[in-house]
């Protein structure tokens, strides 16, 4: 076994910081499948898609337990360092490796000659490294093609060892997933994927020598294979606009109150997104091929991988011009492409339609048969639960309000710094920084100011500013749901009677198109909740599911629906406060991106 390199204090101490913030920041986060991650001593490449800048980097950081793993060593670009801001201070603290992008010097040789070295040299002694292999953030709703920097180190690591034929080095893909990545108390799914194990032994095409260097081909189908299994286990769209129509589809198929984990919903959002931009995949009596269990050379396995090898030289996004996103323009196909632009188009119409309502799908399914009397009932049910809990979180809310004003501020700073698709991926890292600083701030001075009772208000504050940001998720959702209500009780009847019958067309078609053509199931509530209960982590899955990653049950925290937890787990830092994965902290519902 290698002996890794020893863990720096400062690493630790920042993990278990981030480990907290994070689960404040963030309402729920779903690790899964933590148990393909490697035992300490192993060589691992951890690599991930990169939509939310350093925050990503700090989610990856705290998904990997210190049980599996003391030490993950991050990458950044070396703009990062060297500055006087804690941002800097964090990144290079835990012994960040700075990496030089060609895009930062535009005319200038960049050579990142040393940064290898470091990497190599941690990788023999058994370290863990994390990869962006996007090469950069973006604000898009699909990854970019991966650079080629991660296969190529995986097999430089592989040829300085040709000497020992059983020196191996795993490269763990991760894909993340954020419901709205910027918002506070909103979700995240963090999905680990089957380890890609390379051996000296047994993948010799890696492995470069005097007379035989590596070909590009090899280097290329591994990146290609890595493409494919951070995009399996995450939702890869063309345009924002797909991904809201999918969501309007899969609340329909799914409604509100399914439990099911959010891994599930992720990919029940991505089959639509899939079915939707592929016209060529929904055939009729045939729909979307499952994907075959295949190793990064294309050769057929047991149970490695859920994935199939992309075909295309270069990997393509979703509807991008690539062989799944061709248009058939005769015959059956023709139809059957119409009828799903149709049903998008309808789709999209609806919920712009709810949306000018004022209320929510679930609203409009559950409104049938329920008298105004009662909906009136309920209405001022909810104003006087929110009153309550107004009157009962303003101490706290006073002490809050520092934190919200300081990064509010800061988060206009950034934005007015450079346009959208420059700034927007660091707006959560902006928000946790600056959060962390001032909560910080707020908690010295309130201790300064009550000096003679220090020892209760020092684990008075934290305690008091916890059950406040508890109590304000209840009361928002009180008067959320009561404007609501009061949406409702505004709607004609004959008009909601309208909005209930084109839902329920939407339905019939929604459920043919998941069913017939997607392969999902009929049942959803039925199949979840059996695969959340009773399922093995290593069993199979039904045939038709056969092309989706099964989910480690142990690390699902968090259910869109089912019985609400009581007594002492009411202010726990993992409880799940809301039954919408959609949901944040916010007076009305966050909406997806719009497309610029």
């Known amino acids: 076994m ?36 490697p035992k300490n001593g192993e060589p691992l490449i951890v690599c991930a898609n990169h939509t939310n800048s350093l925050t990503d980097a700090l989610l990856l950081m705290t998904s990997v337990s210190s049980k599996k793993r003391d030490l993950l060593k991050m990458t950044a670009k070396d703009s990062q360092f060297g500055r006087r801001t804690f941002q800097s201070w964090l990144i290079e603290s835990v012994g960040t490796i700075p990496l030089k992008r060609r895009m930062d010097y535009m005319d200038e040789n960049v050579d990142n000659t040393d940064a290898m070295e470091k990497l190599l040299v941690a990788l023999e002694q058994g370290d863990a490294v994390c990869l962006f292999p996007e090469g950069f953030s973006r604000y898009h709703p699909a990854m970019a093609p991966l650079k080629t920097g991660v296969a190529r180190i995986a097999s430089d690591v592989l040829s300085r060892n040709a000497h020992n034929p059983d020196f191996g080095i795993t490269i763990l893909t991760c894909s993340i997933t ?18 890609i194990k390379l051996t000296v032994k047994d993948t010799p095409s890696l492995v470069s020598t ?17 493409y494919s299994q951070l995009a399996s286990n995450t939702v890869q769209s063309p345009t924002w606009d797909l991904i809201r129509v999918s969501k309007t589809a899969g609340r329909i198929y799914v409604p509100l109150g399914t439990r099911m984990g959010l891994g599930d919903w992720v990919r029940v959002v991505a089959r639509f997104v899939e079915g939707f931009a592929s016209p060529s995949a929904i055939s009729a009596g045939k729909g979307l091929k499952p994907r075959e269990k295949l190793d990064w050379e294309g050769r057929r396995l047991e149970s490695v991988a859920e994935v199939e090898v992309p075909k295309a030289s270069q990997p393509q996004s979703v509807g991008s011009g690539g062989e799944d996103s061709r248009t058939i323009t005769s015959g059956e196909g023709e139809e059957v492409e119409s009828e799903r632009d149709k049903l998008a188009k309808d789709l999209r119409a609806y919920q712009n339609h709810v949306e000018s309502l004022g209320l929510k799908d679930d609203r409009i399914r559950r409104s049938e048969g329920v008298p105004r009397v009662v909906l009136l009932f309920r209405l001022l049910l909810r104003l006087s639960l929110g009153l309550f809990l107004l009157l009962l979180t303003i101490p706290g809310l006073i002490l809050w309000l520092p934190v919200f004003l300081t990064t509010q501020h800061f988060v206009r700073k950034l934005k007015a710094s450079g346009p959208v698709w420059d700034t927007e991926d660091e707006v959560a890292q902006i928000k946790l920084i600056y959060g962390v600083a001032s909560v910080c701030v707020v908690w010295m001075v309130s201790v300064l100011v009550t000096l003679p009772f220090t020892f209760l208000t020092g684990w008075l504050i934290p305690a008091i500013m916890w059950m406040t940001l508890r109590w304000t998720e209840d009361m928002v959702a009180s008067f959320r749901a009561a404007y609501s209500l009061f949406k409702l009780l505004r709607v004609g009847k004959e008009e909601l009677k309208r909005t209930r019958e084109w839902r329920k067309n939407l339905r019939g078609r929604v459920m043919t198109m998941a069913v017939d053509s997607l392969g999902l199931p009929e049942d959803p509530e039925t199949v979840f909740r059996a695969w959340d209960t009773k399922l093995d982590v290593d069993e199979e899955l039904p045939s038709r599911w056969s092309n989706w990653t099964m989910s480690d049950r142990k690390d699902q925290k968090g259910r869109s629906g089912g019985a609400w937890d009581s007594g002492a787990r009411y202010f726990s830092i993992r409880r799940r406060r809301k039954r919408d994965w959609n949901e944040t902290l916010r007076w009305f519902d966050a909406a997806d991106p719009k497309d610029e």
């Open 2 to 37: 290698l002996k890794p390199a020893k863990t720096p204090w400062t690493y630790f101490f920042i993990r278990l910081l981030f480990k907290v913030v994070l689960k404040v920041f963030y309402g729920t986060i779903v690790i899964e499948n933590e148990h393909y991650i």
């Open 210 to 226: 005097p007379t035989s260097p590596v070909s590009f081909s090899s280097i290329r189908s591994l990146t290609q294979f890595m």
């Open 178 to 195: 954020y419901m709205h990545r910027q918002s506070f108390r909103s979700d995240v799914l963090v999905s680990f994927n089957p380890p």
